[in-house]
């Protein structure tokens, strides 16, 4: 069975430009949940979704929003990007909103310049 | 909201020797504690997991200890080995909680 995908693995960005981030979660897992990994740190919260519903929101900018889709994939969308959005994004799925197993994909490394 | 404190940031031992990282959280109502580690290049991978109502669970080599009172919980890796080198994070949550809130991670690095 597949893992969690994310794609791209890689991605590059200049200030101020929008970056769109894709999930695909476990086949049967309904939750996702967006992390941020700064180099160095521990993952911290950005949103979750289940049944395409918002459910939790970290603290961070209304730059960041995400939406779960009916096959319960998802996408995390960045505006106006700023050197400090470099990090590793990492997307986790769960059979359900408060389930305890959430598997992580192998992240997005976004660089902006 | 719940604050999780992980030490030591860097551990190293030598092959077959034990290794213990320790963390603290804040937040009573935290009832999940996983344990995650994370290699090089690739997301966190779920180690192992205790929840509230039990105080030790064992996998193999590797153990974790909850102390409710104190508010701790610790992983032990015994017999370690190469392999065993990576970045580990502990982590808490609570049960009305979406998130979890992450330590700031242990580099564990096994010398052969």
């Known amino acids: 069975d597949a893992g969690v995908t994310q794609s791209p693995t890689h991605l590059i960005k200049t200030r101020g430009q929008h970056v769109t981030l894709r999930c695909s979660p476990i086949s049967g897992h309904k939750s996702v949940s967006w992390y941020q990994q700064v180099l160095g740190q521990g993952p911290q919260f950005i949103f979750q979704?289940?049944?395409?519903?918002?459910?939790g929101r970290g603290n961070f900018p209304d730059r960041f929003s995400a939406r779960q889709f009916p096959n319960y994939s998802s996408e995390l969308n960045v505006n106006a990007l700023l050197l400090g959005d470099s990090a590793l994004y990492l997307c986790a799925s769960s059979l359900a909103g408060q389930n305890y197993g959430y598997t992580f994909g192998s992240g997005t490394r976004l660089t902006v310049v | 909201g719940e604050n999780v404190e992980q030490h030591p940031s860097t551990l190293s031992v030598q092959e077959g020797d034990s290794a213990v990282i320790k963390c603290t959280y804040s937040d009573s109502a935290s009832n999940y504690f996983p344990w995650y580690k994370q290699e090089l290049g690739k997301g966190p991978q779920l180690i192992i997991d205790i929840r509230s109502n039990v105080g030790e669970k064992k996998d193999q080599r590797i153990a974790v200890t909850l102390n409710k009172t104190a508010k701790h919980f610790s992983l032990h890796i015994t017999e370690t080995q190469p392999e065993d080198s990576a970045v580990y994070f502990c982590a808490a949550k609570m049960g009305s909680a979406r998130q979890l809130t992450f330590g700031s991670g242990t580099q564990l690095t096994v010398l052969p």
């Open positions: 979704y289940y049944e395409k519903e918002e459910r």
